[in-house]
């Protein structure tokens, strides 16, 4: 198995789904997620992701050149509309906006919608925490475990993730 480093994983990605019908900034955006989760540790967000997502992209059960449009319905809310595409821009879109709406606002929320799987959900609260913010984030999933006795897939493994600055230290960062 070659070693690489990121910036080779990241081009490697980037190459991978745009032959996949995957415009080029939204595989860089989707290469730099799973790059970052790689480089974490987390592998199932990671690399391990990337035939599935370009397979996704190839047949249009994701549309790889979808560019998320933002919205904004209230001062301090914010809503990004995927377009049935990656959640990575989506997020890449919301973050670029949130810390002008929080700082005009106090609080602000951004809810994604029509997107694909969002992938490690502490990237994205880490990096507005760097930037001085307290975030969370909140993620819906499909039905994938019964319920002790049950036979019948009703509750989601729906992901939570908080992150805080911390004076003088890296921000405390909880992906659950």
């Known amino acids: 198995m070659p070693t690489l480093t990121l910036a080779q994983a990241e081009a490697l990605v980037v190459r991978t789904l745009a032959r996949c019908r995957t415009s080029v900034d939204n595989s860089k955006s989707v290469a730099r997620a799973l790059v970052a989760a790689e480089a974490d540790g987390l592998k199932g967000h990671g690399l391990s992701r990337v035939p599935m997502y370009a397979a996704q992209a190839k047949v249009g059960k994701v549309d790889g050149l979808a560019v998320p449009a933002v919205t904004r319905p209230r001062p301090g809310l ?3 509309d995927a377009g049935g595409g990656f ?7 919301a973050e670029a906006v949130l810390p002008e709406a929080v700082r005009r606002q106090g609080v602000a929320a951004a809810a994604i919608h029509r997107s694909s799987h969002c992938g490690a959900a502490g990237h994205p609260v880490e990096r507005l925490a760097q930037a001085g913010f307290v ?5 819906n999933t499909p039905a994938a475990m019964a319920p002790w006795g049950g036979s019948k897939a009703v509750f989601g493994t ?3 993730a908080f992150a805080c600055p911390l004076p003088g230290r890296a921000p405390l960062v909880m992906d659950l």
Do not use: G, K
């Not at 959640?87 to 879109?93: K, R, T, V, Y």
């Not at 975030?135 to 993620?139: D, I």
């Open 78 to 80: 914010i809503t990004v």
């Open 87 to 93: 959640a990575f821009p989506a997020l890449e879109a």
């Open 135 to 139: 975030a969370l984030m909140f993620v």
């Open 158 to 160: 729906n992901p939570l």
